[in-house]
């Protein structure tokens, strides 16, 4: 990382932090499920979302998708890449010369990546989607390639190595990312399938630009690991938005036991209970967040996202096996485990108010 004090410190090539062992197989496979499986639960619905865009004048929108597009466009990341590259020669700062090069590498795959994936698949931009129906078929014509999004999956892989020149505030890239992701959807150039798939792409070339090139197997496993709860995050929020309660008795019963489920996970993060007491010290963490994971999942009321939730929880557990906690529950105070009690309490109000508020018919 870049030091602002030494000379030296400064000067140092960047490295990326010791990395933790490649995820087991098995951790590999289930988000590789999880990213399927949202991936085909999206598919159902974007084409109705793309209905409801159409329907509706976002016209005030329309300069904010303009500007979201000329910054995820390719000149305008290979010139902040460029700039960047020149500001650490001109400052004799080795690691932004480095951070630089691993952008414009990243930008470079990713293009190759992405491309193929286009062409191969072959799906219809929404401006060529008139009805209902999948219409994937390889194809080179042009607007025959919405699959992934290019201007998304180009800039989450460049802000992901761009990110470590900015340790403390790697949200303001990111954030700028989800910018240009979001405008592709509301401009109609691509489904919010499209936007998803290119963020996975995107963080998976991302973080295996930021590791040596000769580890990116276990990079892109990790890549995967962690890039499977965004996904399904964007997946679950699309899902709820578009699906009104249909049976509010089971909604009911849904909701009681992912509260139940999101306690007994506060109780076990924070040492108290009878679970508490039974999970060994270093399962706690790993208990708790799939406890608190799954709570939020069977909260939705949504089978699919409930199911999906399930996957991801059994390939984040596989995952932590053997990996240390990081945090103990006797060096947290009882302010930050109230807050976190209430951003739980917060999160599921949300989901809850959220529910059917895009009727798709």
Known sequence: MIGSGDGQVASAPAQPEPAPDCPSVPAVIF??????????????????????????????????GDLGEKLGNGGTLITISLLLLGAGFWLKRQAWMQIALDSLLAHGMVAIVVNSLKHIIGRPRPRLTHSGGWHWWPSLESGLDSFPSGHTSATVAVVTVLARALPRLRWVPFALATWVGASRIWRGSHFPGDVV?????????G????E?????????????????????????????????????????????????????GWLVRTGWGLLARRAAAGDRGTGSNALILFGLGVATGAPVVIGLTALLCVAQWIAAT????????????????????????????????????????
């Not at 890039?227 to 089971?250: E, K, S, Y």
């Not at 006797?330 to 959220?354: N, T």
């Open 31 to 64: 988000s590789v499920l999880v990213l399927l499986g949202s991936f085909a639960a999206l598919f159902q619905i974007d084409i109705p979302i793309l209905r409801f865009l159409r329907s509706h004048n976002l016209s005030a929108l329309q300069s904010f």
């Open 197 to 205: 798939g290119g963020v996975a792409l995107g963080f998976v070339v």
């Open 207 to 210: 973080s295996v630009c930021n």
């Open 212 to 264: 040596p090139l000769r580890e990116w197997r276990q990079s892109g496993s990790r890549a995967l690991v962690r890039i499977a709860p965004i996904v399904l995050l964007l997946t679950g929020l699309f899902w709820v938005l578009t699906h009104r309660v249909v049976d509010p008795v089971m909604d009911t019963v849904f909701l009681v036991v992912g509260l139940v489920l999101l306690g007994s």
């Open 322 to 361: 053997g990996v240390p906690a990081c945090e103990s529950a006797a060096g947290r105070s009882w302010r930050a485990d109230g807050v976190y009690a209430l951003g739980l309490l917060a999160a599921v109000v949300a989901v809850q108010l959220l529910k059917g508020l895009v009727p798709l018919h």
